[in-house]
């Protein structure tokens, strides 16, 4: 069984910055991409960061060059450095990693982190 868990969700004003970090555990042979999204209410979720075994980033165009993945794949970790936030980036932001654990590749999703930025 694999479990995915977020950290480091919080409230901050605009223009702060916050740091996500999200820690897979239990049986892994292999993670393949890893990644972020998002949810605020009443909307869908929405990719806001990717980033591939080889380190290969993707972001949405909301938060080019404010925010910076990364990945520890020897801790199988992944970190989300959000910088000059804003109020519409306020949402429930959860982390998945393309787990190979011997018997199936799948996608894994964290619980969820809450970000509340206040104007």
């Known amino acids: 069984q694999v479990q995915l868990v977020e950290s480091g969700g919080g409230l901050v004003q605009a223009g702060g910055s916050l740091r996500l970090s999200c820690r897979a555990s239990?049986?892994?042979?292999?993670?393949?991409?890893m990644g972020w999204y998002r949810q605020a209410p009443g909307e869908q979720r929405g990719l806001v960061a990717s980033?591939?075994?080889?380190?290969?980033?993707r972001y949405a165009d909301s938060v080019k060059g404010r925010f910076t993945i990364s990945r520890d794949n020897a801790k199988n970790m992944i970190y989300l450095q959000m910088n000059d936030l804003k109020p519409e980036d306020t949402a429930v932001y959860y982390c998945?990693?393309?787990?190979?654990?011997?018997?199936?590749?799948?996608?894994?999703w964290g619980q969820g982190t809450q970000v509340t930025v206040s104007s």
């Open positions: 998945y990693a393309e787990i190979n654990n011997g018997w199936r590749l799948g996608t894994d």
């Open positions: 239990g049986t892994i042979f292999s993670i393949n991409g």
């Open positions: 980033i591939s075994y080889n380190n290969s980033p």
